[in-house]
């Protein structure tokens, strides 16, 4: 079993149509967890690897969010800005997307 912790960070929070209870809102997600196949040891050159281009080569958690009781999939309409994937020597990988 592997966990992910999991934090969000609110940017903006707005209404386009003032008449409705719709809102936009744009926030960062940060995704946290220990991948021990990725350990790496180069004595200490790097403190991570940047390895945001090979996000399709790594385990990767399949976070959804649920709104208002409907399942609402972050992979559907709505595609993430992919921020930063960093791998760290120990096998702590750190995935930052913005929304
Ligand atoms: C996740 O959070 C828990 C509790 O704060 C902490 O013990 C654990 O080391 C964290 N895991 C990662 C991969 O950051
Ligand atoms: C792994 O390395 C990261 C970055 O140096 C550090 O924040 C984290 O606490 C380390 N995790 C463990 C379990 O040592």
Do not use: C
């Amino acid at each position: 079993m592997t966990t992910v912790n999991v934090s969000v960070l609110l940017l903006t929070i707005s209404s386009p149509d003032e008449s409705s209870l719709k809102y936009e809102v744009e926030f960062l997600l940060f995704q946290r967890w220990v991948d021990e196949r990725l350990r790496f040891d180069d004595d200490g050159n790097h403190t991570y690897l940047n390895a945001l281009m090979y996000r399709h080569q790594l385990w990767m958690p399949d976070t959804y969010f649920i709104l208002h009781g409907e399942f609402k999939e972050l992979k559907g309409p709505v595609d993430p800005v992919h921020m930063a994937l960093k791998i760290f020597a120990n096998g702590t990988v750190m995935y930052i997307t913005r929304y």
